[in-house]
Nanobody
Framework: QVQLVESGGGLVQPGGSLRLSCAAS????????MGWFRQAPGKERELVAAISRSGVNLNYAESVKGRFTISRDNAKNTVSLQMNSLKPEDTAVYYC????????????????WGQGTQVTVSS
């Protein structure tokens, strides 16, 4: 099991940027593929971006390609999501998630979840 704590959410104007961070503890971080998911009110939780254990393989939702960047630092046990050119439709609770070993993209594939951080894009 790995414990995850997100930070960095907040209120930002359309076109602005935010950087989310997720700190992991309790297990060997480099054994886990990591993902960022989001859930807007009334909608299902969806994958935003995922990264493999080494950081070489990346996966992005089509809606965020070219705007969001996922990265990880295995020495610091952290994964980050840089969000640029934010849109009102990016408003959601963002969750960090960990999956042992293999990078997959479905919500149900992830065993460990953070508590979430709110991102609101509004003028």
């Amino acid at each position: 099991q790995v414990q995850l704590v997100e930070s960095g959410g907040g209120l930002v104007q359309p076109g602005g940027s935010l950087r989310l961070s997720c700190a992991a503890s309790g297990s060997t971080f480099s054994n886990y593929a990591m993902g960022w998911f989001r859930q807007a009110p009334g909608k299902e939780r969806e994958l935003v971006a995922a990264i493999s254990r080494s950081g070489v393989n990346l996966n992005y939702a089509e809606s965020v390609k070219g705007r969001f960047t996922i990265s990880r630092d295995n020495a610091k046990n952290t994964v980050s999501l840089q969000m640029n050119s934010l849109k009102p439709e990016d408003t959601a609770v963002y969750y960090c998630a960990a999956r042992f070993w293999i990078l997959l993209t479905r919500t149900e594939d992830y065993e460990n979840w953070g508590q979430g951080t709110q991102v609101t894009v509004s003028s």
